[in-house]
T-cell receptor, first 116, second 113 residues
Framework: GAVVSQHPSWVICKSGTSVKIECRSLDFQATTMFWYRQFPKQSLMLMATSNEGSKATYEQGVEKDKFLINHASLTLSTLTVTSAHPEDSSFYIC????????????FGPGTRLTVL | GESVGLHLPTLSVQEGDNSIINCAYSNSASDYFIWYKQESGKGPQFIIDIRSNMDKRQGQRVTVLLNKTVKHLSLQIAATQPGDSAVYFCADLISGSARQLTFGSGTQLTVLP
């Protein structure tokens, strides 16, 4: 159990376009979802925390108007990278925490974004 | 601010040997620690966790040791196999932090044949 999926697994887009990434908890309900960004050979950096039905909380230095997060249901959160630029190229990973309130997060497989 | 750091960026071991990956954390309020394995192009995979009220926890071929006195965490992998080659991250969580994990910088483990 506790499977998290992401779609798409990879995407290539032109500079200036917007890209939406979906994160789904397949077999459990997630009150909280987290979005991370990971550059090559670096660690995961938390971008934002998303609670179902409320606005996301962004980490310092992450532009909320550029990285739009929607968490409309207990099984789906979306990250939209607006007006993407080559420097936004990265590996985007989501994780989900369940209703039980435990500490464990379940990670998705990641989405590779390449902006040309 | 808080940091969770690793002592070594790379580690190479012979197949069959034991591996030890270390991690230091700075915030004494951290009370939950997790080790993740990340293979290239994939998301992190949970390996083992430990709470601050424990010093040691064992799983299948893995053991996590926690030394709160020196704020040090280690992951021991017994009889390392080629499939263990990956980047290993420690992460910590502070109670009351909205379940936000802070990741260390990662150690690349390479298992040599």
């Amino acid at each position: 159990g506790a499977v998290v999926s992401q779609h798409p697994s990879w995407v290539i887009c032109k500079s200036g376009t917007s890209v939406k990434i979906e994160c789904r908890s397949l077999d459990f309900q997630a009150t909280t979802m987290f979005w991370y960004r990971q550059f090559p050979k670096q660690s995961l950096m938390l971008m934002a925390t998303s609670n179902e039905g409320s606005k996301a909380t962004y980490e310092q230095g992450v532009e909320k108007d550029k990285f739009l997060i929607n968490h409309a249901s207990l099984t789906l959160s979306t990250l939209t990278v607006t007006s993407a630029h080559p420097e936004d190229s990265s590996f985007y990973i989501c994780s989900a925490a369940g209703l039980a309130g435990g500490n464990e997060q379940f990670f998705g497989p990641g989405t590779r974004l390449t902006v040309l | 601010g808080e940091s969770v750091g690793l002592h070594l960026p790379t580690l190479s071991v012979q197949e069959g040997d034991n591996s030890i990956i270390n991690c230091a954390y700075s915030n004494s309020a951290s009370d939950y620690f997790i080790w993740y394995k990340q293979e290239s192009g994939k998301g992190p995979q949970f390996i083992i966790d430990i709470r601050s009220n424990m010093d040691k926890r064992q799983g299948q071929r893995v053991t996590v040791l926690l030394n709160k006195t020196v704020k040090h965490l280690s992951l021991q992998i017994a009889a390392t196999q080629p499939g263990d080659s990956a980047v290993y991250f420690c992460a910590d969580l502070i109670s009351g932090s909205a379940r936000q994990l802070t990741f260390g910088s990662g150690t690349q483990l390479t298992v040599l044949p």
